[in-house]
């Protein structure tokens, strides 16, 4: 039997799929603030977000949304919540979730999550941890 190969040594990458380029290269690089590393058109926009790869793949229509694509964790969810409201990010509401007002909900365990979309309607989220509290 062939060894194990052992991926928790190594770079994730992350994939989210786009249609609108220069839509998604405003929001993601302006409004998110994440670092354009190249365009290869007509395959991908491709960001650095700390240390991981985000390739935004281009497609001429999107998939069915199926949940959460990327999500950031962050010490302060609320105080993220407010930077990104003030770029003019708009948080979703879920009915089915009990969510504060700025659309923050805690799960059972206590973790904090906020979803927003990005212009193709790809959902994203803010979440904050017990144990990444300061």
Known sequence: ?????????YKIIAFATIVDVARAKLFYRDTLGLRLVSEEPPFALVFEAHGIMLRLVIAKELPPVQGTVL????????????????????????????????????????????????????????????????
């Open 1 to 9: 039997m062939a060894p194990l190969v052992r991926l928790g040594k």
């Open 71 to 134: 999500g950031w964790q962050v010490p302060d969810i609320a105080a993220a919540v407010h930077e990104l409201e003030q770029a003019g990010v708009q948080f979703e509401r879920y009915a089915q979730m009990k969510q504060d007002e700025l659309g923050i909900w805690t799960a059972p365990g206590g973790a904090k999550v906020a979803w927003f979309k990005d212009p193709d309607g790809n959902i994203l989220s803010l979440s904050e941890h017990p144990e990444t509290r300061e």
